[in-house]
Nanobody, 123 residues
Framework: QVQLVESGGGSVQAGGSLRLSCEAV????????MAWFRQAPGTERGGVEA???????SHRDSVKGRFTVSRDNTKNTLYLQMDNLKPEDTAMYYC?????????????????WGQGTQVTVSS
């Protein structure tokens, strides 16, 4: 069974950077799809960045050019490099993974979830 543990959240001012990490513990393979989701109070959980087992990535338009998803298969770790953060990026960020090779962009596409890490961006 896969356990996902996120870290790296915190509080920054607009324009700052953070790097989130998600370590997969247990039975995990590089072919699994992984993704970052976020959810702000009063909003629906939505996809941010996703990466397929083969390395192809996808992202929501609002983070294009600012966020970069990557994975280190030797460490079973997913990363989200967030640059030029904006107040609207403030949310709880969740790591997700699934057995499927193709990475979806909906919460129902993923079976395994981390506990979340808070990102707060002030003006």
């Amino acid at each position: 069974q896969v356990q996902l543990v996120e870290s790296g959240g915190g509080s920054v001012q607009a324009g700052g950077s953070l790097r989130l990490s998600c370590e997969a513990v247990g039975y995990f393979y590089s072919s699994y799809s992984m993704a970052w989701f976020r959810q702000a109070p009063g909003t629906e959980r939505g996809g941010v960045e996703a990466i397929e087992g083969g390395g192809r990535t996808s992202h929501r338009d609002s983070v294009k050019g600012r966020f970069t998803v990557s994975r280190d298969n030797t460490k079973n770790t997913l990363y989200l490099q967030m640059d030029n953060l904006k107040p609207e990026d403030t949310a709880m960020y969740y790591c997700a993974a699934d057995y499927q090779y193709r990475a979806g962009f909906e919460p129902d596409d993923y079976k395994f979830w981390g506990q979340g890490t808070q990102v707060t961006v002030s003006s």
